[in-house]
């Protein structure tokens, strides 16, 4: 029974040890390109949870600073925004994998998580015809499966350096800014979010907000922002 046991313990470590990147601080000691730190100065914009009508929005407040970011996307609602995503696509914007939905990686059955990871990359790339590189699993829960899943459908796992906590229900543009500026450095990952599908509602306005703030401190202070494309080498 003993061996059971500890064949049992075994086996649930290697299944979700990986989860344990989710503690930002750790993940940036230990795993600097799971956290998408490059080696040059550059910022890594993201955003997850799209594609929804709010993202229209952010894409605007994009083209007024002139700069792009990589979108994480549910291929859930690909199919419903089909021009919200074309038009991601036409305004030079990155497109990347959150998922089918957004449920947590470590509770789905075995074999299911490569099959939706492949039809998220397939509708993205059917529709916009851009290669897909980037998966970002919901709550930045990894598994050793979903690490596997996303390697066999060619896509690289990354998750992020900084964050704003832009979900919860408290969070203010200031607020969500803050947190930010405070944990970015020149060559990190930015995590925000254009849907409050997962979050509290309207704090995509939030987001929103907090965005402008960023980019206009951002731009004094001479960082260069983009896209994850644009993020190398990390």
């Not at 979700?16 to 503690?23: E, Q």
């Not at 919860?168 to 990952?189: F, I, N």
């Amino acid at each position: 029974m003993s061996l059971l046991r500890s064949a049992v313990a075994l086996g649930a470590v290697a299944h979700f040890g990986p989860a344990l990147t989710s503690v930002a601080p750790l993940r940036r000691a230990l795993l600097p390109a799971l956290a998408g730190i490059s080696r040059h100065p550059h910022v890594a914009l993201t955003y997850d949870d799209g594609p929804d009508a709010s993202t229209a929005e952010f894409l605007d407040l994009l083209d007024r600073h002139g700069v792009t970011a990589t979108f994480f996307l549910l291929g859930a609602h690909v199919e419903r925004h089909r021009a919200v995503v074309r038009d991601l696509h036409a305004r030079g914007h990155e497109l990347a994998v959150h998922g089918w939905d957004h449920r947590c990686v470590a509770w789905k059955r075995p074999g299911l998580l490569v099959e939706d990871l492949r039809r998220t990359v397939d509708t993205l790339t059917a529709l916009t015809g851009a290669p897909v590189r980037w998966y970002r699993p919901p709550y930045g829960v990894l598994t050793a499966e979903a690490l596997a899943a996303a390697r066999s459908v060619g896509l690289r796992t990354v998750l992020w350096s900084a964050w704003g906590r832009d979900w919860e229900r408290a969070a203010s543009a200031e607020s969500v800014a803050h947190r930010v500026s405070a944990a970015l450095r020149p060559g990190g990952t930015v995590l925000l979010h254009d849907s409050d599908r997962t979050s509290a509602p309207g704090s995509w306005r939030t987001t929103l907000a907090a965005s402008d703030l960023l980019l206009t401190d951002w731009s004094v202070k001479g960082y260069d922002v983009g896209p994850l494309r644009d993020h190398r080498p990390f």
